[in-house]
């Protein structure tokens, strides 16, 4: 998904911040999207920030620019957000737009209107397509922007003695979902080397992630950095939100809170292939 932000205010995107008033929000967008975001929740207003922004001008003379919403503020009759571009994407001159327009799913008329829309499309797989981006934006390396502002259809929880078969199952999963839209810690390297990692990963599985995959394991119960993630995962659980977390195991250990009439996949008895579908399945239902 993506924000389509256009304004007639020449120099508006030259400046660090804008504001739409409430009737130009979601306009030239989906009812499914409509629905979502009508009433913005703090869980609501995080996924509006962890999708890429086209900052365009109305008209087809002034290139777009690609980006990132970095706070967004609600009051009684507007909506004010800041953001930045991606520094590695330079201007997009609008005639290299209107190939793909359709694609991007870009009314006829729509550059004719100061609107904020909501569009569930690929920006930086279509852009990439099209040549007007480095493939290092779709990389399975994820998404540009800070990893607790960004939004995933699906996070891992696993012990390292696993992840060979997780990886497997990972890259199956990327060839089906959109850039970014899965949490593998070896994607987010260089963010995930940092103090306070606990509290970060916290906010990975609790807040930013649609569901949940934990492969458990008497490893995982030993490892002192699957027991952080865990007590993230059983606050999803104590909330019932059990269509969030989907269990693996790879051998019958005892779990703290994992109780024998829980359902799980046996990753003995399927391939990565298939357990790669099975994840799949469940993130189709998510959405419904």
């Known amino acids: 998904m993506y924000n389509l932000l256009v304004t007639a205010h020449d120099g508006a995107w030259e400046l660090p911040a804008y504001e739409y008033t409430r009737d130009r929000f979601l306009e030239h967008t989906n009812d499914k999207e409509k629905t979502l975001f009508k009433v913005l929740t703090a869980e609501h207003i995080e996924l509006l920030k962890s999708f890429p922004c086209l900052f365009a001008y109305e008209g087809k003379s002034e290139p777009v620019r690609v980006g990132y919403i970095r706070s967004i503020k609600e009051r009684s009759r507007s909506i004010m957000f800041e953001y930045e571009f991606e520094s590695d994407i330079p201007p997009i ?13 870009i009314g006829e008329w729509e550059m004719n ?115 952080i993630e865990w007590r993230a995962i059983r606050g999803i659980i104590n909330n019932k939100s059990d269509h969030a977390v989907m269990f693996v195991r790879s051998d019958d250990a005892e ?19 298939q ?14």
């Open 113 to 227: 209107r100061t609107h904020w829309a909501v569009k569930d499309k690929d920006l930086f797989g279509l852009l990439h397509s099209a040549g007007l981006i480095d493939r290092k934006f779709i990389n399975p390396v994820g998404r540009t922007g800070k990893l607790e502002e960004l939004r995933f259809k699906v996070a891992f929880s696993f012990p390292g003695e696993v992840r060979e078969s997780v990886l497997s199952i990972v890259n199956r999963l990327k060839s089906s979902l959109p850039a970014g839209s899965i949490f593998y810690d070896d994607d987010f390297t260089a963010q995930l080397a940092r103090p306070n990692l606990d509290s970060l990963l916290q906010t990975v599985y609790l807040k930013n992630s649609d569901l949940i995959v934990v492969f458990l394991s008497g490893d995982y119960e030993r490892k002192i950095w699957c027991g």
């Open 275 to 288: 357990m790669a579908d099975f994840i799949l399945d469940r993130i189709r239902l998510n959405e419904q």
């Open 93 to 105: 001159p609008f005639s290299e737009i209107v190939p793909i327009r359709n694609l991007l799913d």
């Open 255 to 273: 779990i703290p809170g994992v109780f024998a009439h829980d359902g799980y996949i046996d990753m003995n008895r399927f391939s990565p292939v």
